[in-house]
């Protein structure tokens, strides 16, 4: 069984950073892309970076600049590195990743997710 676990969110004021993380635990054969998502409260969720097992990433436009994603595959974990956060990221954010529990095989995973607060 795979279980993801996020950490790392919390209120920040306007122009500061917060980092979050997402470890991925169990029995599986590999993972391949991982990636944070967003929802705002009424909105839909929304991409907000990706990164593939050998490292290419991928932003929305909106962040980009501004946020990292990365990964250390050591510890199937993704990170996501978040500056000059604005009022309107106030959100949930949630990490994705795409898991082989056999190599033949993959499947999506969810993160619980993690309140992200940016007060003006």
């Known amino acids: 069984q795979v279980r993801l676990v996020e950490s790392g969110g919390g209120l920040v004021q306007a122009g500061g950073s917060l980092r979050l993380s997402c470890a991925a635990s169990?029995?599986?054969?590999?993972?391949?892309?991982m990636g944070w998502y967003r929802q705002a409260p009424g909105k839909q969720r929304e991409l907000v970076a990706t990164?593939?097992?050998?490292?290419?990433?991928n932003y929305a436009d909106s962040v980009k600049g501004r946020f990292t994603i990365s990964r250390d595959n050591a510890k199937n974990t993704v990170y996501l590195q978040m500056n000059s956060l604005k009022p309107e990221e106030t959100a949930v954010y949630y990490c994705?990743?795409?898991?082989?529990?056999?190599?033949?095989?993959?499947?999506?995973?969810w993160g619980q997710g993690t309140q992200v607060t940016v007060s003006s």
């Open positions: 169990g029995s599986f054969f590999s993972i391949d892309d």
């Open positions: 994705n990743v795409e898991i082989r529990p056999r190599p033949w095989s993959r499947r999506d995973y």
């Open positions: 990164i593939t097992s050998g490292g290419s990433t």
